[in-house]
């Protein structure tokens, strides 16, 4: 039975937590107050996967919200055929947010590049006030060029948040001008078949992804 667990604005150590089981972590990077999230049995799936399986699958979104151009975005059509890596996070933020992004371009200089161009990774912004399309383009760069922005009003981004469970608050205004975004720490991966049954936590070493991304490639479409 999932059980709630608190959860603080800086993101958790996963040494911090039993072997049993894994916490869908939100991060913020200052310190406030605390909700509840979900804890997942960390009990594998059937392919070996080292990801955190997902009880239920997850259809993929449309999400129908803006690219970093201003285009309209459709997460279905544009990642049709692939891997698709979905997170929400924010440039702003120090620590979960660029790591994750760094890890993520280091599996995939690390993967052949066969499984490399059929891997798609979108960043959803939660704070898309200050990430204008470029800004939002010139960080993702850095880590690697194919990595899609997303952009939407705070409510628009709130909604898909909350269709694929992952939590979200609203920045909030420190008294020195800062900023706090707490969001979800986890990357959902959808397979060609626009499901998603495994996710990765916030510490997923890119060995992980490294295994998982060959596996996840040559996952069976459902009928």
């Not at 979900?38 to 999400?63: F, N």
């Not at 898309?128 to 939002?136: A, I, Y």
């Not at 495994?198 to 295994?211: K, M, N, R």
């Amino acid at each position: 039975m999932p059980t709630s667990f608190p959860f603080a604005r800086r993101p958790r150590l996963l040494a911090a937590v039993p072997l049993t089981a894994l916490v869908l972590v939100a991060a913020g990077c200052s310190a406030g107050s605390e909700s509840a999230v979900t804890i997942m049995d960390d009990s594998g799936t059937s392919t070996g996967l080292r990801g955190t399986a997902v009880p239920q699958p997850i259809d993929k979104p449309a999400m129908n919200l803006t690219d970093t151009a201003g285009a309209p975005f459709d997460l279905r059509s544009r990642t049709a055929g692939k891997v698709t890596l979905v997170f929400f996070g924010y440039t702003h933020c120090p620590d979960v947010c660029p790591t994750t992004m760094a890890d993520i371009a280091a599996a995939l200089n690390v993967v052949p590049t066969a499984v490399r161009a059929q891997v798609a990774t979108v960043f959803v912004t939660t704070d898309p006030d200050r990430d204008t399309g470029g800004v939002l383009h010139q960080w993702l760069n850095q880590f690697d060029p194919s990595f899609m922005g997303v952009r939407g009003t705070l409510a628009q981004v709130h909604a898909q948040a909350d269709a694929l469970g992952i939590p979200l608050e609203e920045p909030v205004r420190q008294p020195d001008g800062s900023y706090t975004v707490t969001h979800g720490t986890q990357v959902m991966a959808f397979t060609k078949d626009d499901k998603a049954t495994v996710l990765y936590l916030a510490g997923t070493q890119v060995a992980d992804y490294v295994h998982d991304l060959p596996v996840l490639i040559n996952t069976r479409k459902t009928t």
